[in-house]
């Protein structure tokens, strides 16, 4: 029997969405951090996962029903400035935005890139989006540090 991750994610708060999330990228050996803060300016990211050298900054939307693709886009819009700030800390080499969210919005990828991944659905994103049909935005960094966070 297949587990549904979004009939067991519309019980959670979005705080509980957002741990949820964490989780299931850590059951893909990402390293996590949740509430990963910036300055100058202050941006907050609500998960940043990592692993070999792929960054994916992810915006956990729990929304209760869907949205239209203008307030997407505008949303994919500040998400695309976090992922570039943290591409220029240079400590991955490769750090791709997401939306995270609690339904199917039938939008996939949006116009500029960024793609809208369901819950349900990250699984068959993290396998395969480096063989989608649609260019997925990826910044790289020009100079790379590793080892910058701890492992928890």
Known sequence: MAYDL???SVRLDWREFEAF??????????QTFRN?????PRMEIDLLAWKSGLA????????????G?????RVAERQALRAQRVA???RFKKVMPIILTLRDESLFILENGLPIVPISRVRDFLLNWD???????V???????????ATR
């Open 131 to 137: 063989h989608s049909d649609h260019p997925v935005l």
């Open 69 to 73: 693709a203008a307030s997407m886009s």
């Open 139 to 149: 910044f790289e960094a020009e100079s790379c540090q590793s080892n910058l966070f």
């Open 21 to 30: 999330a964490e989780k299931l990228f850590c059951s893909f050996e990402f």
């Open 88 to 90: 220029e800390e240079g």
């Open 56 to 67: 994916v900054v992810a915006d956990c939307k729990h929304w209760k029903r869907t949205v």
């Open 6 to 8: 979004e009939s067991a």
């Open 36 to 40: 990963y803060r910036l300055k100058k």
